[in-house]
């Protein structure tokens, strides 16, 4: 396998959830045209783990990997994390999109620094 499928078939074995929808590649891409209330997309939830797995590589936004370990720390768990990262990040995403600018990394660092010192 290529790197980037090792790391997103570790994450995957983090979500057994989605194991079946998986297995099936024809019914997950049709499931993914057609989103259902409540129910969240794999291929979505599993890119913004492997995001957040390439920005702490490189720490890029500058500050994300030593933010992302703070709270890992915090919270004894890289995928708990991980899942707390997601909501800045996709905060930040809908904040850029909202305003028609470029994303503002300072404030997702920000984001997760708080998830990660708060009590």
Not at 67 to 78: F, I, N, P
Not at 92 to 104: C, I, K, V
Request: charged share 25%; hydrophobic share 40%; with cysteine.
């Amino acid at each position: 396998m290529e790197a980037i499928e090792t790391i997103a078939s570790l994450w995957i074995d983090e979500h057994p959830e989605y194991h079946a929808e998986l297995a099936d590649e024809a019914a997950a891409l049709a499931a993914m045209a057609v989103p259902e209330d409540g129910k969240s997309n794999a291929f979505l939830h599993l890119s913004m783990h492997l995001s957040i797995t390439e920005q702490c590589s490189i720490d890029q936004p500058r500050g994300i990997r030593q933010a992302v370990e703070l709270l890992t720390h915090r919270l004894d768990s890289l995928h708990d994390a991980h899942h707390a990262v997601m909501d800045c990040l996709g905060q930040m995403m809908w904040e850029s999109q909202r305003a028609g600018r470029l994303p503002d990394g300072q404030a997702y660092i920000d984001c997760v620094q708080r998830q990660a010192t708060r009590d």
